[in-house]
């Protein structure tokens, strides 16, 4: 009954209210009035004994870097006086796990500090190395590329990354125009690619087209697939999405060579190929690279998915794993975990989908440079550079893990592995072990052929 009192008028403010009561026992009112600074000051003194001299600025502002925040500054703080003291042994207990909590704290920030200057001395310096070997590339290649190209100074600069204001040009020349397309020629089939989009939209729906696309024999009918991929194509880019910048500019290259090759027609992958040209080249450049690059034999057999010829493909590729990495081989083995489960998506998109698009750039600037072998060899860099964190796992994490590569992957790493990647097997290079297994081939065709049996 005493509890709930009744209120009067003659009710005493907050800050002079009745002791609360604490764990440990009653304990007296504590006044919520804020103190002032130099009323704190004054109590300090009285209870030390001594004066208080504040740290130079310097040694505050050096401090404070360092200084733990309140959770841990209270293994300090002494008990309240309505609890047991600390013994000696455990404040100086105390003392010591704060001394270090701040001894690693500031190790830990020093670290970062070094590393960060690092990665800043790192960039400037590569940004001074793609300044000059740009002048280099302008002023000295570019003018004499045919003399030049196959110069080793040439070769070595090559490997070590094309500048940006440079890699299109060269990856134009690199891959040639074997076929003689011109930019008329591009405007002839792109105009045929809309007038076939704008039938399509007047006498199909969506879903009928997509299932016209895999069915009817004219792949032309597959331009309407595009628009479904577009909008897959480096999504985190946002710029090859409908409303993006370059959303109509990939649909127009696509559209036009598949109105220019309907016996291959568009396949999934082409999209991220042509998106990474049009980056680096204008509409109608990326377009000639485009159709001469997917004319070559690797891309033609894997986009026409010539079953055959992409045998012989991963075959040879095994050739050149057995040798470089044995033991990881023979675990891939153990699981019969073969090429094709990790390759196919890799060489579909030239590692554009697979690697970070900064380092996909790259490893197909040595590509224009060595043609084929170098996506197979980008292969065997990539599993030599995980070949650890793979022996560890069994059939469906190592089909995971190779299908979605880590993001933090870089060009040093992965390009010091691929240069200790051996093409030779048995004083045979790739081109001479690819021959002999299509010889290999022929060879067995001809033994299995009614002609011969009968």
């Not at 940004?127 to 045919?146: K, Q, R, T």
């Not at 010539?306 to 095994?318: G, I, Q």
Request: with cysteine.
């Amino acid at each position: 009954r005493n509890f709930f009192t009744k209120r009067t008028k003659e009710l005493k403010p907050a800050v002079q209210s009745a002791p609360g009561w604490k764990l440990f026992g009653k304990v007296p009112p504590r006044e919520n009035l804020p103190k002032d600074s130099k009323i704190i000051q004054q109590e300090y003194e009285a209870r030390t004994g001594r004066m208080y001299k504040p740290p130079p600025p310097s040694a505050r502002r050096k401090n404070i870097e360092f200084e733990p925040l309140s959770t841990t500054a209270l293994i300090l703080e002494d008990r309240p006086a309505n609890l047991p003291a600390k013994s000696v042994e455990e404040a100086l207990r105390h003392r010591q796990e704060y001394d270090e909590m701040v001894a690693e704290a500031k190790k830990r920030e020093i670290k970062e500090a070094h590393k960060r200057k690092k990665i800043m001395r790192d960039r400037f310096k590569q940004e001074e190395n793609i300044a000059s070997a740009m002048v280099i590339w302008v002023n000295e290649i570019l003018p004499n590329w045919e003399g030049m190209r196959a110069t080793r100074r040439v070769r070595e600069l090559w490997w070590q990354g094309l500048p940006p204001s440079v890699r299109g040009k060269v990856w134009s020349l690199a891959v040639g125009n074997e076929l003689n397309i011109t930019p008329e020629l591009y405007e002839i089939f792109l105009s045929r690619a809309k007038e076939r989009w704008k039938s399509f939209s007047e006498t199909n729906s969506e879903n009928d087209i997509e299932d016209a696309g895999a069915s009817v024999a004219d792949r032309e009918a597959s331009l309407e697939l595009i628009k479904l991929d577009i909008s897959r194509t480096f999504p985190s880019l946002y710029i090859f999405q409908k409303g993006g910048p370059y959303h109509d500019l990939l649909h127009s290259v696509l559209g036009a060579y598949t109105c220019y090759r309907p016996d291959v027609g568009y396949v999934q992958g082409m999209s991220f190929i042509a998106a990474v040209l049009i980056l680096n080249l204008e509409e109608a450049d990326a377009f000639i690279a485009f159709a001469n690059l997917l004319n070559k034999p690797c891309q033609l057999a894997f986009f026409r998915v010539d079953h055959s010829m992409m045998l012989k493909y991963f075959a040879a590729f095994e050739v050149f794993f057995e040798e470089n990495l044995p033991k990881l081989f023979l675990h891939f083995k153990s699981y019969s975990l073969t090429p094709d489960i990790y390759l196919i998506d890799w060489i579909f998109t030239l590692y554009s989908k697979s690697l970070p698009l900064d380092l996909a750039c790259r490893v197909w600037d040595v590509f224009c440079r060595d043609g084929e072998e170098f996506l197979f060899r980008t292969g065997l860099g990539i599993l030599r550079l995980y070949e650890d964190i793979l022996l560890q796992m069994d059939f469906i994490h190592i089909a995971q893990f190779l299908t979605k590569l880590p993001e933090d992957i870089t060009s040093e790493k992965l390009f010091s592995c691929i240069a200790a990647i051996q093409m030779q097997n048995s004083n045979k290079k790739w081109a001479q072990v690819f021959a002999s297994l299509m010889k290999d081939n022929k060879e067995g065709d001809k033994n299995h052929s009614p002609a011969l049996k009968s």
